[in-house]
């Protein structure tokens, strides 16, 4: 003691701060026990009494405190072991050690992602772009369905082809002879659809080519 005593103050100080955190903590977890027996859980959220099987973790700056059953983050700042704090999983401890990294300028166990380059941006923004064109689809065709099942006549309602006939069944040659327009073989109808910029636009559905086709002339009209 009498040929060291700086170091033996130095450790008597961080004892005591250790304490106080100790103390702190149990305090806290005092407070927020829930009715029944408080236990701490792992780092997938499962209830847990018991030290986990592994005491390591792959987070840097986390460790298990065996005293008190539980995760603390810590970091060295200069010759000192700066104790940040106790939390019940080593992922919240992990967040904690990140927020004092990034003011320290270290390494991160969350790293934020990337800026994306413009070519993924544009990318991203097509693939937006396609699913809300699938989604407008869809709409499209729940609303067609609603309306031939609110107009549907006495007996079975049948789709009709172009010449007016009859037909349940898809018709035997889907293409036809006017453009912008398509059969659906889902719906088992045909669709009138054009092609606006980069996108393709579905115009309507319809119970025949020809009326598929003059709603794409309306819209070509504007085009």
Do not use: C, M
Not at 150 to 165: W, Y
Not at 167 to 178: F, G, N, R
């Amino acid at each position: 003691l009498s040929e060291d005593p700086l170091r033996f103050i130095k450790a008597q100080k961080q004892a005591i701060q250790r304490k106080r955190q100790i103390s702190a903590f149990s305090a806290a977890s005092t407070a927020a026990k829930p009715q029944g027996e408080a236990r701490l859980v792992s780092s997938e959220g499962g209830p847990s009494s018991e030290a986990p099987a592994e005491v390591d973790t792959v987070y840097k700056g986390v460790s298990w405190d065996r005293l008190l059953r539980t995760w603390f983050a810590h970091a060295k700042v200069g010759q000192k072991v700066e104790i940040i704090g106790y939390f019940r999983t080593d992922k919240e401890a992990a967040v904690a050690y990140d927020e004092r990294a990034r003011q320290l300028g270290r390494t991160l166990n969350f790293p934020p992602s990337p800026s994306p380059s413009p070519s993924e941006e544009q990318e991203q923004g097509e693939q937006e772009e396609e699913e809300q064109e699938a989604i407008q689809r869809k709409r499209q065709k729940r609303a067609f369905s609603a309306a031939s099942t609110a107009a549907k006549p006495q007996g079975e309602a049948r789709l009709v082809s172009s010449e007016g006939g009859p037909s349940s069944e898809a018709p035997a040659e889907v293409d036809t002879v006017y453009k912008g327009v398509s059969w659906d073989r889902l719906l088992r109808t045909w669709f009138a659809h054009a092609k606006v910029g980069q996108k393709v636009e579905i115009i309507g559905y319809f119970r025949t080519d020809k009326e598929a086709a003059v709603a794409y002339d309306e819209r070509a009209r504007q085009l």
